[in-house]
């Protein structure tokens, strides 16, 4: 996750505002076609899948950071706390959601954490000064509990290693510790403390951010290449059948982007599975605080994705390699309100309130689009973690008394319930408008899904016009559905509206007219809008 530093480092470089800059460019939505009404289309052939939608694509993020994991995820002290210290209600949101995959325990904590730190009897766990965040870590909350957790919310893990200040050894110890059934030194300390049984985890994160300079332990893409490789040996001759994340750069506006991807890869392309990419996307000196630029801002996401993408086959081809790395994006949302020094830094507190997001329903429809370019690209990007999941930059929020949900929880919540089966490969035709730093601009678009079992189709449809409702028709080259099911929408008068304990209702998904079922239907969408449409097979 990025901190202050991290924000004033490309503040200094004058790059505050390029957060969508680039040439005229608008990705695989440049398949749109302008057209002259206001009547947009889309041809939909369940027949014709872009690719199979891996379940992790949905995934979520939890560090140690603010009041994520004490006061949101374990508070002991509570009234709403189990024997274990896990919140209930907050494990009870989780688990109805069905977060596919959550990766822990950073994120920029993960940089200066020694994991041994925080296992074992918690009266002899270390308080410590957590360096990323200048706050106190009592790590009472530590490897097995968040194991634990994760069985209870029904989630798989996925882990982030130290090689920041970490050595590859450490990490492999971990690896040990977790998947290692027994009659190793590390495999033993986890049965004393308790655990008999391995967690055979299998995806593992070669650590956070290392291309930043805010980032502990920060090194060159040459070095930190040759780390992770050793890593990948060390960790995989403990358990072959693990899967690894490399370190992408972590801002599209850092002055080695791409280089830095490129240089990581020639040293360990043949040693990972995947590479990373972190994304914040923000309505400040970016956009100029225009709505109809920050509507826009899912592009850059398509835009990065290619470019990512793109150098991997360069390597690819340079090493002659017949192996294709996925990308992993796993860290993304919208964030811009508290990101600056004062919502970072933590001044020696325990669990102090930090980087806590109040989201409006501007940032839901912005978040909608985000799902949409995920979807459009998922036959590269094969997991995604939204970062985070409680409390700070996250869909829920908690207090003494329960937790609230937050207007971005909406749109995450459809994907996780319908975008399932395979990706549609969808061309729209709809009326453009031009953002200068982006190019044109499509008001209308979409993404959905194909459930082959249940032959059931799901569309995620954005519209950016942001004063009038425009119609989307839809064409089914075949399998019509038989029926219109849950059709939702978020919108509303007011953009700025968020909700709050006091008022949790205030921004919330409204039922939307839906067409009636036939080879051609027509929705109407909604000013400044983002809308799930389910549609039965069956």
């Known amino acids: 996750m990025a901190s202050t530093s991290r924000r004033k480092f490309f503040g200094q470089l004058g790059a505050a505002g390029a957060a969508i800059a680039g040439n005229s460019w608008v990705g695989r939505s440049a398949q749109v076609q302008a057209r002259s009404s206001s009547r947009a289309r889309v041809i939909v052939d369940p027949a014709r899948p872009l690719t199979t939608l891996d379940p992790l694509l949905w995934g979520s993020f939890v560090e140690h950071i603010g009041r994520c994991i004490y006061g949101g995820i374990y508070e002991p002290g509570s009234k709403l706390a189990d024997a274990n210290g896990f919140r209930r209600d907050v494990l009870e949101e989780v688990r109805q959601l069905h977060v596919p995959i959550i990766r822990y325990p950073g994120g920029n904590f993960v940089s200066g954490y020694n994991w041994l730190d925080g296992v074992g009897p918690k009266k002899d766990r270390p308080r410590l000064l957590n360096r990323a965040s200048n706050s106190i870590e009592s790590n009472q909350f530590g490897t097995n509990e968040f194991l ?188 811009y309100r508290t990101n600056n020094d004062e919502n970072a830094n933590g001044r020696g507190k325990e669990a102090p309130h930090l980087v806590e997001e109040v989201y409006n329903l501007e940032d839901a429809v912005v978040f909608g689009g985000l799902i949409i370019s995920l979807l459009r690209h998922s036959d590269r990007v094969r997991m995604a973690c939204q970062a985070q999941l409680i409390n700070d930059i996250a869909p829920l929020v908690t207090n003494p008394g329960g937790v609230l949900r937050q207007s971005i929880y909406y749109p995450y919540s459809w994907a996780l319930k319908y975008a399932h089966g395979n990706a549609l490969n969808l061309k729209v035709e709809s009326e453009a408008y031009e953002v200068p730093e982006i190019g044109s601009v499509p008001y209308i678009d979409i993404s959905g899904t194909f459930d082959p079992g249940s032959a059931s189709t799901t569309l995620f449809m954005l519209n950016r016009d942001l004063a009038k409702a425009r119609d989307l028709e839809v064409l089914w080259r075949e399998g019509a559905p038989a029926r219109v099911g849950d059709c939702q929408v978020m919108t509303g008068p007011d953009l700025k509206a968020f909700n709050t304990f006091e008022s949790p209702k205030r921004v919330v998904p409204q039922l939307l007219d839906a067409p009636k079922a036939g080879d051609r239907m027509t929705f109407q969408l909604p000013p400044h809008s983002f809308t799930v449409a389910y549609l039965p097979g069956k």
């Open 148 to 335: 634990t957790w994760c069985r209870a919310v029904g989630t798989e893990p996925m882990m982030a290693v130290n090689l920041g200040t970490g050595t590859p050894e450490n990490a492999a110890n971990l690896v040990e510790y977790c998947n290692v059934e027994k009659g190793t030194r590390w495999s033993e300390l986890r049965r004393q403390h308790g655990v008999e049984r391995p967690y055979n985890i299998k995806y593992w994160c070669l650590g956070n951010e290392m291309d930043g300079p805010w980032q502990l332990g920060h090194m060159f893409a040459k070095q930190y290449g040759i780390k992770a490789q050793d890593a990948s040996l060390q960790m995989r001759t403990v358990d072959p059948s693990i899967k690894l994340i490399a370190c992408g750069s972590a801002e599209v506006t850092s002055p080695t982007y791409l280089q830095w991807d490129r240089e990581t890869l020639e040293e360990c392309y043949d040693d990972v599975d995947a590479l990373s990419l972190h994304h914040y996307f923000v309505n400040d000196a970016a956009t100029g605080s225009d709505s109809s630029k920050f509507l826009a801002v899912n592009l850059t996401m398509d835009r990065q994705i290619e470019e990512m993408a793109a150098v991997c086959e360069v390597v690819r081809g340079r090493k002659r390699s017949k192996k294709q790395l996925a990308l992993s994006f796993d860290e993304w949302n919208v964030w």
